[in-house]
């Protein structure tokens, strides 16, 4: 059944692939993270994903990365198939971003798509429209951060403008795909987006795409800073901490005036 399809032998940088988890879509989940991603944002939690090339810690006792065929990482997935039937999990891509290696991701999806294994994908969607697309085609979830409105704080804060990420979101948000839902993430930065000026915006945003499901807001955490430290990497946001459930909920407040949030 599996010997030959499309896309098989593709090759791609694997940072890890991290099994059972409950955190990246319904049910159990085999997240499949990819190396390489054009953002820098400040409050990075996976600093080893970022680089597209295989790297190595500082003391030289831990590498990053590893490539692997589509069909390596399939074998890898399919081990864990019982467990997606029994609690309604599946495969989820994710990053660094994993759009960095589009093509080798639409191979990955289709193919699980094609097993019967449900999808996701965690992604910014910064990249073309072109590379977006033949992924959602098969894709059961997209779960797509939405860091900051502002252009020029996005800009600031990620090293990235925001233009394209905005346009993708309309474009996804407006599609009408049988069994495909569109979750975006706010992950909440004190001082850097979560303002009312800031929240308001994101609402109003969202509340124009019917193909939203909901929004989900996340909290700032230092996960990942040991990570920085052994890379040889600078932690930007050393000052910031995290958000208190007092704030979260007033946060939660204001964008649900407009769309369907969680917390």
């Known amino acids: 059944m599996y010997q030959e399809y499309e896309g098989r032998d593709l ?3 694997v940072l890890r692939i991290v099994k059972s988890s409950i955190y990246d879509g ?3 989940r085999t997240v499949v993270f990819m190396k390489g991603c054009p953002l820098r944002c400040k409050w990075c939690s996976t600093p080893e994903g ?3 090339k295989i790297e190595t810690t500082k003391d030289g006792k831990l590498t990053y990365g590893n490539r692997m065929t589509v069909e390596e990482v399939m074998a890898e997935v399919r081990k864990d198939s019982p467990f997606y039937f029994h609690s309604g999990g599946g495969m989820t891509v994710s990053g660094g971003e994993m ?3 589009a093509e080798f991701v639409a191979a990955l999806v289709k193919q699980a798509c094609k097993e019967g294994i449900n999808t996701a ?3 910014s969607f910064y990249s073309s429209w072109e590379k977006i697309e ?3 085609a098969c894709l059961n979830t997209a779960f797509v951060d939405l860091k900051v409105m502002d252009e020029a704080r996005h800009r600031a804060f990620t090293g990235v403008d925001n233009e394209i990420i905005l346009s993708n979101i309309k474009k996804a948000g407006n599609l009408d795909l049988p069994n495909f839902k569109l979750i975006i993430r706010r992950p909440l930065v004190p001082g850097v987006n979560d303002s009312e000026a800031e929240l308001v915006a994101l609402g109003q945003f969202l509340e124009a795409l019917p193909a939203v ?3 989900q807001l996340l909290p700032y955490h230092r996960y990942g800073t040991d990570t920085y430290r ?3 990497i600078d932690y930007g946001l050393d000052n910031v901490e995290t958000p208190s459930e007092q704030h979260m909920k007033w946060c939660q407040r204001i964008t649900n005036n407009y769309v369907k949030t969680i917390i």
Request: hydrophobic residues 40%.
């Open 50 to 52: 970022i680089n597209a």
């Open 121 to 123: 994908v965690e992604t």
């Open 11 to 13: 090759s791609g940088t």
């Open 213 to 215: 499901q909901h929004l």
């Open 230 to 232: 052994k890379l040889g």
């Open 26 to 28: 319904n049910g159990l």
């Open 134 to 136: 033949p992924i959602l």
């Open 99 to 101: 759009l960095f290696q």
